[in-house]
């Protein structure tokens, strides 16, 4: 059993930081990419930041220069430093890895059962 939990959400102010962080834990064999999406109520799930087991990074246009992706492999955890929050920052944010389970020969795709971030005065 494979499990991403995020932690680190919450209410802040307009120009405020948040750091998420999300660990993969269970019969894990190899964590590949791991990454941030975000929700906004009535809108489509999108891409936030991603980073390789490698350490390439992706990020999405609105959040470069605010929003600093990194992971520790040993830990199988990704974080996620948001600083200068925007109001329309405000999302459930869901964290998810490519992973191969213990016993598996091919990587599957987690999500994490995600975390609201709220920015607003």
């Known amino acids: 059993q494979v499990q991403l939990v995020e932690s680190g959400g919450g209410l802040v102010q307009p120009g405020g930081s948040l750091r998420l962080s999300c660990a993969a834990s269970g019969s894990i064999f190899k964590v590949y990419a791991m990454g941030w999406y975000r929700q906004a109520p009535g809108k489509q799930r999108e891409l936030v930041a991603t980073?390789?087991?490698?350490?390439?990074?992706n990020y999405a246009s609105s959040v470069k220069g605010r929003f600093t992706i990194s992971r520790d492999n040993a830990k199988n955890t990704v974080y996620l430093q948001m600083n200068s929050l925007k109001p329309e920052d405000t999302a459930v944010y869901y964290c998810n890895a490519d992973l191969t389970p213990i016993g598996g020969e091919v990587p599957y795709n987690y999500w994490g059962q995600g975390t609201q971030v709220a920015v607003s005065s």
């Open positions: 980073m390789t087991s490698s350490g390439s990074t």
